[in-house]
């Protein structure tokens, strides 16, 4: 059974530029948290997405995007990116109304 | 609003000695607690969590964490570390007040030494 698939792996981006981070939760999971963890900390809520609808979101600017398809799976964009983007993005999948949550591998963003 | 504090950065240890990795809350209602490990380039894995009932909790690489309610203290430990445990460990919280997000502390690097 496949867990939480992200892509790509790393990616390296220029200041001011555009990204979209994908994810495909674990089979039968129904919400998509995305997560940002900078080197040295842990990971800072970023929003969630239940029935294609943002549900909750932390506090980040309007600069950061998602969207959630019919499938469940869930993108991730970023734009006018600033070196202080430069984290490790983490996706989560869970079951509505449950409390167990699946994390990807990650996505790796360096911008220069 | 809530918080995790997780007391220690770092926590040196020998192989087969005795670890307990501290972690301390904020909320003002119930709470949901997770523990998670992070291997050096990989996401986040499930050890633990309580939701409710007994206090303690056993998880997997034979970690258990004890939920102190009056000292708002999710404390994790193993009796006998292995090398293979050398990780980041986060606690995290979840109430219901704050949606659906987790809350994490800044993580401990726990290092097994031979």
Redesign the interface.
Known sequence: DAG?T?SPTHLIKTRGQQVTLRCSPKSGHD?V?W?QQAL??????IF?YYEEEE??R?NFPDRFSGHQFPNYSSELNVNALLLGDSALY?C?S?LEAT????????TRLTVV | AQS?TQLDSQVPVFEEAPVELRCNYSSSVSV?L?W?VQYP??????LL?Y?SGSTLVKGINGFEAEFNKSQTSFHLRKPSVHISDTAEY?C?V?NNNA?????????TRLMVKP
């Open positions: 939480v992200q919400t948290s997560y040295g900390q842990g990971p800072q809520f969630q549900r909750q932390g983490l989560a869970s409390h167990g949550y699946t994390f990807g591998s990650g | 995790v949901y997770f998670y380039n990989q996401g986040l894995q499930l969590k939701l986060f995290a979840k949606g659906n997000m987790l809350t994490f502390g800044g993580g």
